[in-house]
């Protein structure tokens, strides 16, 4: 198969400009946060930007708005081990969306969390991404946030299923 980003097919890329779309147009959340312990969630959220040569003041600027869209406006200067790990999530999210992607990527994003900060994640996620406007691919096992999706991919055997999904909730 093929994937297509704005027209283009990223198969046929060279490694260097693949490289340089997932930089620019991709945010990426994962089920085990890769915060960086010794820094702040501000400067973890920073990191995002710094391979897209954003300047340090425009890089604090836009690292604290994107803590604040997700609730962590008061935590800039708090370090990952004294978050839960829920706030972890939100500013592994906060990472994600800080350089604009088009598309966000989550694999297992409320894998390490409990029943009640799983919904309130999976709520944060689709009320970001339709704020901006983002597509959202998110990877899970859990079927209670499966069936919240408007599209689901399942796959068994080997072979991809894709169906309308009526989300719940």
């Known amino acids: 198969g093929s994937v297509l980003l704005d027209g283009t097919d990223l198969a046929k890329l060279s490694e260097s400009r693949l490289t340089a779309v997932r930089g620019q147009n991709i945010g990426f959340v994962f089920q085990s946060f890769n915060l960086i312990p010794t820094l702040t969630a501000l400067e973890n959220v920073e990191t995002a930007l710094v391979p897209l040569g954003v300047k340090a003041a425009d890089r604090r600027n836009r690292a604290a708005e994107a803590l604040d869209s997700v609730g962590l406006g008061e935590r800039l200067g708090h370090l ?3 978050l839960s790990g829920g706030q972890q999530q939100r500013v592994a999210i906060a990472r994600a969306l800080v350089k604009r992607p088009k598309v966000l990527l989550a694999d297992e994003p409320t894998g390490n ?3 009640s900060m799983r919904d309130e994640i999976v709520d ?3 009320g970001l991404c339709e704020e901006h406007g983002l597509t959202f691919v998110m990877v899970t096992h859990d079927s209670a946030v499966a069936r919240r ?3 689901l ?3 068994r055997k080997g072979r991809i299923t894709v169906k309308e999904n009526r989300p719940v909730g």
């Open 80 to 82: 990952p081990s004294e």
């Open 113 to 115: 969390l409990d029943e």
């Open 124 to 126: 944060l996620l689709e």
């Open 149 to 151: 999706a408007p599209r």
């Open 153 to 155: 991919a399942t796959i």
